[in-house]
């Protein structure tokens, strides 16, 4: 097998290996894109609140937090293939579980299954990726992923769209999709990259602080992403949308991505600090949130300030992933990559929390108020940090 690791000057790509992890976790994206509003809108019709709808999608977070140290010694024992394999698996049933499970609190640990097995997914994945792709050229390559990645978790919203919320028929949509996941990882078995059975001096921890630009913008956008996909169908149908066009309106945000993440990667690799570019990503976050309680009335408006939105704040991902890659390698890059989803995975945690309890106080412009917070935070930290000139990350 390979070990998936570029020889400095290499240009090579290898886009057997880059194109199998990038298939197969925007297979998993769609599955995502028409999880996430489908169970929100379930739950809400079975009348709960949005702070208890927000509590039950914060569960994919603590599940992420618990998923991320262990994703390096499990490919380590297992092998990076096997190991998605098997967490692919896991995720599929998971969907199956929700349809039969009776009662609500049955869907904590089943949300947690779910999300923990999806988060090994990610970051074994990413790692993949990295490690296939020259560093010269690693944005370029993120793009790529980001922009396949956006297109699964558009097509997931308009999917749920033309599908709906009852019976049987969406969940087994979704499981059939997930386990397609694993053809493009069986596809590209022999290239699967290794990681040293032998762990480093590092602590898990420590990774979080080596880069904190870049694990902070991951916070940021899993705290926006998940409790925006999870509570947007919610926020929608309590200014005047339907189901349908409220789920739409997440296809836009989808769209955005679509349209700007590999210019955002090539950017990043030709800028001399892509710090300057996550705060930028930042700012243009928080101006959407800002302006949407004042276009939320015309559905036309707000598709499009979300279309821009989310194709910039989705670049906290792509930006911060190859600000990271740039500075490690090996089973330091899986370690790191780890923490990085670590960090999306408090994210989503908080968010969730945040964004519900936002709009059970403030009423539905507490959606928009809550995101705020977030941006406002990081930009805070961003200045702190370039104003300092403390390190390069």
Not at 41 to 50: D, F, K, P, Q
Not at 61 to 67: E, N, Q
Not at 123 to 128: D, N, T, V, Y
Not at 182 to 208: C, H, M, N, Q, W
Request: net charge neutral; hydrophobic share 55%; aromatic share 12%.
């Amino acid at each position: 097998m390979h070990s998936g690791l570029s020889v400095p000057g290499d240009e090579t790509i290898r886009w057997l290996s880059v194109s199998a992890a990038i298939a197969s976790i925007s297979v998993v994206g769609i599955a995502i894109g028409i999880g996430m509003p489908l169970l929100s809108v379930i739950l809400e019709g079975h009348g709960h609140s949005a702070t208890m709808i927000g509590l039950n999608t914060a569960m994919a977070g603590l599940a992420s937090i618990v998923a991320a140290p262990c994703a390096t010694p499990l490919a380590a024992r297992f092998g990076v293939v096997w190991t998605m394999l098997a967490m692919i698996v896991v995720g599929a049933f998971s969907f199956i579980g929700f349809y039969a499970a009776p009662e609500f609190w049955m869907w904590f640990p089943l949300r947690a299954a779910l999300h923990f097995s999806i988060t090994i997914v990610f970051i074994l994945s990413e790692f993949w990726i990295a490690t296939s792709a020259p560093a010269a050229r690693r944005g370029f390559i993120l793009g790529i992923y980001a922009t396949v990645l956006s297109l699964g978790f558009a097509f997931g919203p308009w999917l749920f769209a033309q599908v709906g919320s009852q019976g049987f028929l969406p969940f087994g949509i979704t499981f059939a999709i997930v386990m397609f996941a694993a053809l493009p990882v069986l596809a590209a078995l022999k290239e699967s990259p290794r990681i040293d059975a032998a762990p480093t001096g590092t602590r898990f921890v420590g990774y979080i602080w080596l880069v904190p630009m870049a694990t902070a913008a991951v916070l940021v956008f899993g705290a926006v992403e998940t409790g925006g996909f999870a509570l947007f169908p919610v926020y929608g149908t309590r200014i005047g949308y339907s189901e349908g066009d409220a789920a739409l309106l997440l296809t836009a945000v989808g769209l955005g991505n679509v349209l700007l993440q590999i210019p955002l990667g090539l950017i990043s690799d030709r800028v001399s600090d892509r710090r300057h570019l996550l705060m930028i990503c930042a700012a243009i976050g928080l101006a959407g949130m800002v302006a949407l309680p004042f276009v939320a009335h015309d559905w036309y408006l707000t598709a499009g300030v979300l279309f821009v939105w989310g194709g910039v704040v989705a670049g906290l991902y792509t930006v911060g992933l190859a600000h990271l890659g740039s500075r490690l390698s090996g089973r330091d890059l899986a370690s790191a990559n780890a923490a990085f989803v670590l960090c999306y995975g408090i994210g989503m945690l908080l968010g969730p929390q945040a964004i519900g309890i936002g709009m059970d106080i403030f009423g539905p412009n507490g959606f928009a108020y809550a995101i705020m917070i977030f941006f406002a935070a990081y930009l805070g930290l961003g200045a702190v940090r370039l104003g300092s000139g403390v390190g390069r990350g």
